[in-house]
């Protein structure tokens, strides 16, 4: 009987079946052939489905002749006749608005331009390229609306500072969470990038969860674009010369001049000075040959270096196929002696159609580093060793100096740099593997299984060796310090998508899970008593000290996200993340980072659909919260240090006190933003937000009974409030000539709040910063200078007098340091920052110059304390006075700087040398020549591209000092917004030549 009963429903089916048959086909782009991105076809009175990322699909659809709709935005829909013998059908769209079309990776998957909700910028490979560097951060500086970047030293190898709206936290990082191809992390070389696309806002950014509090920037990697096979070969080289910035050190004539302001006839408390130069003293003690004495220790210890970069890749597609391999060396020899950097990378990716549901992608990065570093005291020996003395003996060998030389040494430290390089070094090495395993099923035309994959290991080593040919502590022993660290982790992103549309409704998003765990151990010994010509720890002899530490890490991850369109007009997007961490005790480990954006384009309503002069409109508004763990694992535990010993065992010591309650950091961000074209040659955008972090981890004070100074608690907020605009305009577009501009400016301001209490940090060299709530991060605390005293020529301070309630009283000038009162100065952070660039084309030829601006930050400038000392170091070499300071001779002198006479304290840390770091930076100045398409196919190539470039070209300010460009980093070893003695930046001029095949 139900077998009855169910023969109808069998019948009815089968007919259906019948009467339905499978179509394949896919989706370009009339103009160019490109892949149209998710594209939707509607089936005349029936269902719609969407194409894939390459806009390929596969459909069911009625037997006899039927009619598709097919539309995506930034096209014009189309309606495509299909026969019953069509079985495979092309469709060409016509393209209407590239800038809606252009796909941008976001999150765990990818959106149209014009689906966007979020605060995204996206910059792609030809606005990368002008600045030849082995770090991508570099590249972005002045190109990106809120992100600044800094380059704070020039030592080779090194990466940019870079900070994307501002810094939210105290503790925890602020470097922006790197994504290559959809996986966190990862490895890739410059010349392998395709785009670049920063994530700014919660709304985009909560799918990464606790790991993008600072903000998320993608990499994607090149891939093959055409069906033939494509070569590419690119090679650089040039020089690179060091930019010592306004610190222009005395030659041996100058300072032999400038000393006599040592010799002064002036006694403070006397009454009978002449204020006369005792030129009988002073040439007694030092001798007229000096004079003509001229060592310049920065031109022997820097020189011009040569740098090289070569890149060739291979790409091609077939129907089933498609691969990529690239392959780049790059070699940079540092400006100082000894110091080099050199890195090799080879990138190779296949992705494997086995038919049109079924793809998998195989990649492997393989990188190598080798270099040698170098020691900060020579260069601290550089800028203050005397011209006076030579490093070098009469057979051109550098000369051993030690405070028992035979021979005069007047620089203060008896230390010769030259001599101590040249029997040192300071090699590193290391190598970065990653492999990434990405598989995709398409279970229906609406759902798709994603699963992305990758293991990485790396290993690095670097020593540090003295001979015992050095003078100072290692004399005679020599010294070796080595140490090793290997890291291997593994991530696995597994998610289901789905993308539908409805009518005039579009239904995308994801849910699945993320999980992440790695592992890094460190080993490390050092010991003295090194025979001669040996850098092995094994032949150390004593003061051997060894040490080693191991620190894993797991995160689990549930990721949720659902877009919604409706008529290509109105946009929703929502995004649920829940990560747990095992940096937290169990009760805690849970965070959730929710986010939610909406979006409107207004353009495409019928009120604004054609118009002349907006020509683009949308509106944007977003929601979310983020947040950190990264200030390292097991800060809620209580732990024992184990490295001291009792009765020849192992002694466990109270190292820090538990803090059960521990959890997130969170930051909960707001950003209402508006994108919009003028007359199709205008675009700027527009983006306001507020950020306010909050449970900050930090290191809160105990009272002294507890027996610890500080313990972990989360306690206090940080609010950034901001503006971003972003300005691109095609000034001139000619059939010959062209001329774009892109700009972009960011204001920032930050609060700190619910502190539990104000503290001050004092970091290198007594520099300190206050923490209270109401004030700024990073906020220089010290006594004002007050300049000199015309009557004495003594330094002066701001001395302040308050009553019981702290209302000021009087204001006076102190010449006695100890009564200047510590004073808030003046945050390292900049009010503004932004970017200027500009592109002209004429035929073949190309021209590009791009600056970088940052303004109203404040930098101390603390090599000043030792270059301009007064003469409280008569031994340390001087900078050239600037045009408009002067040394006070005599009383009724309006001086810039005191009396050497009467200079007690004057370099003890205030405003003295606390400097405006603001600058604007000629970044790169790029001239190309793209030769004609004849000539090259004459050759048998595709393209050739020659182009000269100049990086750091010129800085404008008013800082004095080195590059105003400081550390925006803080640590056990820096301050932010402190600029010592560093490594120069460079400038470096590159020719460059490009061929494709």
Do not use: C
């Not at 009815?12 to 896919?26: K, P, V």
């Not at 700027?684 to 937000?689: A, H, I, M």
């Amino acid at each position: 009987m139900k077998t009855l009963l169910l023969l109808p429903f069998l019948l009815i089916t089968l007919l259906a079946a019948a009467q339905t048959r499978s179509l394949e086909g896919n989706v370009i782009s009339a103009s160019d052939q490109r892949a149209v991105s998710k594209a939707s076809i509607t089936i005349h009175n029936g269902k719609s489905f969407i194409a894939n990322d390459s806009g390929q699909f596969k459909i069911e659809v009625p037997t006899g002749n039927i009619v598709l709709t097919v539309s995506s935005i930034g096209f014009a829909s189309k309606e495509v006749a299909v026969s019953p013998t069509d079985n495979n059908i092309t469709i060409a769209l016509t393209e209407t608005n590239k800038d809606l079309n252009e796909v941008v990776v976001v999150g765990y998957n990818a959106k149209k331009k014009g689906e966007l909700t979020s605060a995204v910028t996206v910059v792609d490979a030809a606005k990368l390229k002008d600045v030849t560097t082995n770090d991508v951060g570099s590249m972005l500086q002045g190109k990106v609306a809120g992100l600044q970047v800094v380059n704070s030293s020039g030592v080779p190898g090194a990466a940019a500072e870079i900070r994307l709206r501002g810094v939210s936290s105290i503790n925890a990082s602020q470097t922006p969470l790197y994504v290559v191809d959809g996986i966190i992390g990862g490895n890739f070389d410059p010349n392998d990038v395709e785009s670049i696309t920063v994530l700014k806002d919660a709304s985009a950014t909560a799918m990464y969860g606790s790991q993008a509090n600072a903000g998320v920037i993608v990499v994607t990697t090149k891939k093959a674009k055409s069906g033939k096979t494509a070569i590419e070969f690119k090679a650089t080289a040039g020089f690179r010369t060091p930019d010592f910035g306004k610190l222009d050190m005395m030659d041996g004539s100058q300072l032999y001049d400038y000393q006599k302001q040592f010799y002064r006839d002036y006694i403070p408390t006397d009454t009978g000075n002449s204020y006369k130069v005792d030129l009988l003293k002073f040439y007694a003690e030092r001798p007229t040959s000096l004079d003509s004495q001229n060592h310049n220790w920065l031109t022997t210890i820097f020189k011009p270096a040569f740098i090289q970069n070569y890149y060739v890749s291979i790409s091609g597609k077939t129907e089933k196929n498609e691969y990529y391999l690239g392959a780049s060396y790059y070699n940079e020899n540092g400006t100082f002696m000894n110091t080099n950097f050199q890195r090799a990378n080879l990138r190779a990716t296949s992705t494997i159609h086995f038919n049109p549901k079924i793809s998998l992608t195989n990649s492997i990065n393989i990188s190598g580093v080798t270099g040698k570093s170098y020691d900060y005291n020579d260069i601290y020996y550089a800028f203050l060793n005397l011209p006076w003395d030579n490093p070098y003996d009469s057979a051109g060998n550098a000369v051993y100096v030690d405070g028992n030389s035979p021979f005069k040494w007047w620089s203060r430290d008896k230390v010769n740099p030259v001599h101590t390089i040249n029997h040192s070094d300071h090699p590193y090495k290391g190598f970065d593997v990653n492999y990434d395993l990405n598989f995709n099923y398409a279970i229906t035309n609406w759902l798709t299984l994603s699963s992305t994959n990758r293991v990485a290991a790396s290993y690095s080593k670097s020593s540090s060796y003295y001979s015992g040919d050095v003078a100072g502590q290692y004399h005679g022993t020599g010294y070796l310090d080595e140490s090793s660290i290997l890291s291997y982790s593994g991530i696995s992103n597994d998610l289901l998508k789905f993308n539908f549309k409805l009518g005039d409704h579009q239904l995308s998003g994801l849910a699945g899970m993320a999980f992440e765990g790695g592992k890094t151990e460190t080993l490390g010994g050092s010991g003295r008593g090194l025979p001669f010509g040996l850098k092995v720890l094994n032949v150390v002899s004593g003061n051997l000290s060894v040490n080693g530490y191991y620190d894993q890490s797991a995160l689990i991850s549930y990721i949720s996200q659902v877009n919604y369109s409706y008529r290509n007009k109105y946009f929703v997007s929502g995004s649920y993340r829940i990560d747990g961490s095992t940096a937290f005790q169990k009760s805690n480990r849970y965070g959730s980072f929710p986010a939610i954006s909406a979006g409107w384009l207004a353009s495409n309503e019928d009120f604004l659909r054609g118009n002349r002069i907006i020509t683009y409109l949308k509106l944007r508004a977003g929601y979310g919260v983020t947040g950190t763990q990264d200030i390292g694992a097991s800060r809620y535990l209580g732990l024992y240090s184990l490295t001291s010993q009792y009765n020849n065992q192992s002694a466990a010591t109270p190292s820090q006190l538990p803090s059960p309650g521990l959890t997130w950091e969170s930051k909960y961000q707001t950003n209402i933003g508006m994108d919009v074209d003028f007359f199709k040659r205008i675009s700027l955008s527009v983006d306001v937000y507020n950020n306010l972090t909050k449970n900050l981890l930090l290191q809160v004070s105990q009272p002294l009974s507890v027996g610890f100074e500080t313990r972990w608690e989360n306690s206090g907020e940080i609010q950034n409030k901001g503006l971003e605009i972003a300005l691109t305009t095609q000034n001139i577009q000619s059939r010959n000539f062209s001329w774009t501009t892109d700009f972009n400016i960011s204001f920032n301001t930050n609060k700190l709040k619910a502190l539990p209490a104000s503290f001050v940090k004092t970091g290198s060299w007594a520099i300190s910063q206050i923490y209270r709530n109401g004030g700024n991060l990073y906020e220089f605390y010290m006594p004002v200078w007050l300049g000199v005293d015309p009557q004495t020529g003594a330094p002066q301070w701001q001395k302040i007098t308050k009553d019981g309630n702290g209302n000021i009283t009087s204001t006076e000038a102190t010449s006695t340091y100890a009564d200047a009162t510590l004073q808030e100065v003046g945050s390292a952070l900049p009010k503004y920052q932004g970017g200027f660039n500009n592109t002209f084309t004429y035929k073949n030829i190309s021209l590009t110059v791009n600056t970088y601006f940052l303004y109203g930050n404040k930098v101390y400038s603390n090599n000043l304390r030792f270059v301009m000392n007064d003469g409280n170091e008569p031994y340390y070499n001087q900078i050239v006075l600037p045009s408009d300071y002067s040394i006070w001779t005599k009383p009724g002198d309006i001086a810039t700087n005191p009396s050497p006479q009467n200079a007690a304290n004057s370099t003890e840390v205030s405003t003295r040398y606390l400097k405006d770091g603001s600058f604007i930076s000629i970044r790169n100045i790029t001239l190309g020549y793209n030769l004609a398409q004849s000539f090259a196919k004459r050759l048998g190539m595709d393209g050739i591209v020659i182009s000269a470039s100049a990086d750091n070209v010129y800085t404008f300010t008013k800082f004095l000092g080195q590059d105003p460009q400081t550390t925006i980093q803080q640590d056990i070893y820096t301050t932010p917004g402190v600029s010592d003695f560093k490594y120069p930046n460079n400038r470096q001029f590159l020719l460059n030549i490009n061929l494709k095949f």
